[in-house]
């Protein structure tokens, strides 16, 4: 294919879906630092389960709630769902102000995921992201000069692979695939058992989950969690797909759990959220993601530099 219509089809996805990716770049940047201050703020045995089940019964006796979000280092619970508040672990009382740091990173979230509420601009906009990396690739190795468009194309070349795996792994995220096996979850909410080959940790059932005929909730998992695990080095404990999830920091790596009746067991790793938000090895998979990011915004900002100085070159000067 002609180098130069290559070219012109590179600019034009671009320029038509700058907005968009600009405002999944700098989201994702803000979210790259979130595993790097999630795992720096664990403060170990910070957080007393029958504390957190406490305030859980005080402040949703009805169990409305779907999940609990817990920030150690802030001392904080959310009870996910409804109008239910954020609650202070340190005074037992609802929070009377809101983590700054924490908004931010749920409100870029929210964006990143849902960007203006509409999620299929976002799997849009990440495949021309795709099509656009593909297109420079196909116009062949570049002539580094010291211009801005060598720096453009040369910024684009010596990072391609890593470059490339952010919006691949953001689409196979979109589209549910996991690159793992396990247990299928089981209709209605409820844990399902896992046939991972992980490795577990089993915990002894307590009364109420163990109980025929009794439905397993979120507080019998907050209390099957803190059996095995610290709850300070635990981000979140909801249902998710189907099953009840825990998400807990190992040795530097956020993990995701299936909790039931029978104890609190390791998933399978999800390899493309694990690469995507940078939970791998917090520090330093964190830190990759922010010079992704950069790269990224540097790479649009700079074509479309490039593009609009075009433009200019081509207006005709007005006679005077």
């Known amino acids: 294919m002609n180098k130069v219509l290559l070219l012109k089809i590179h600019r034009w996805i671009s320029i038509t879906f700058a907005l968009p990716l600009v405002a999944i770049i700098v989201t994702g940047l803000i979210l790259s630092f979130e595993p790097i201050v999630q795992v720096q703020g664990v403060v170990p045995h910070a957080v007393d389960t029958a504390k957190v089940?406490?305030?859980?019964?005080?402040?949703?006796?009805?169990?409305?709630?779907?999940?609990?979000?817990?920030?150690?280092?802030?001392?904080?619970?959310?009870?996910?769902?409804?109008?239910?508040?954020?609650?202070?672990?340190?005074?037992?009382?609802?929070?009377?102000?809101?983590?700054?740091?924490?908004?931010?990173?749920?409100?870029?979230?929210?964006?990143?995921?849902?960007?203006?509420?509409?999620?299929?601009?976002?799997?849009?906009?990440?495949?021309?992201?795709?099509?656009?990396?593909?297109?420079?690739?196909?116009?062949?190795?570049?002539?580094?000069?010291?211009?801005?468009?060598?720096?453009h194309k040369g910024a684009a070349w010596f990072t391609l692979p890593l470059i490339l795996l952010s919006p691949l792994t953001g689409l196979l995220m979109a589209f549910g695939v996991t690159l793992q096996s396990g247990g299928a979850p089981t209709p209605g909410g409820r844990p399902a058992a896992t046939t991972s080959t992980s490795t577990s940790s089993p915990a002894r059932p307590t009364g109420n989950a163990a109980s025929a005929g009794k439905p397993f909730t979120l507080v019998d998992a907050v209390r099957q969690v803190g059996q095995t695990h610290d709850l300070a080095t635990v981000t979140s404990i909801a249902t998710r797909g189907g099953r009840m999830m825990a998400r807990i920091f190992d040795g530097g790596e956020l993990r995701a759990y299936s909790v039931n009746a029978k104890g609190v067991t390791a998933l399978p790793r999800n390899w493309p959220r694990l690469l995507h938000e940078g939970n791998g090895a917090a520090f330093v998979t964190g830190s990759v993601n922010v010079a992704i990011s950069i790269v990224l915004f540097g790479l649009l900002t700079t074509g479309l530099l490039i593009w609009g100085r075009r433009q200019m070159r081509r207006r005709p000067r007005p006679v005077t």
């Open 53 to 151: 089940i406490g305030l859980m019964q005080q402040f949703d006796p009805a169990g409305t709630a779907r999940g609990i979000s817990i920030d150690a280092s802030a001392q904080r619970l959310r009870l996910q769902g409804g109008n239910l508040p954020e609650i202070d672990l340190a005074t037992g009382k609802a929070a009377t102000s809101s983590d700054a740091l924490a908004g931010l990173f749920l409100w870029a979230r929210r964006n990143h995921e849902r960007l203006i509420g509409l999620p299929w601009l976002v799997t849009a906009s990440t495949v021309a992201m795709v099509v656009t990396m593909i297109l420079g690739i196909l116009m062949g190795l570049p002539r580094l000069r010291n211009t801005l468009s060598g720096w």
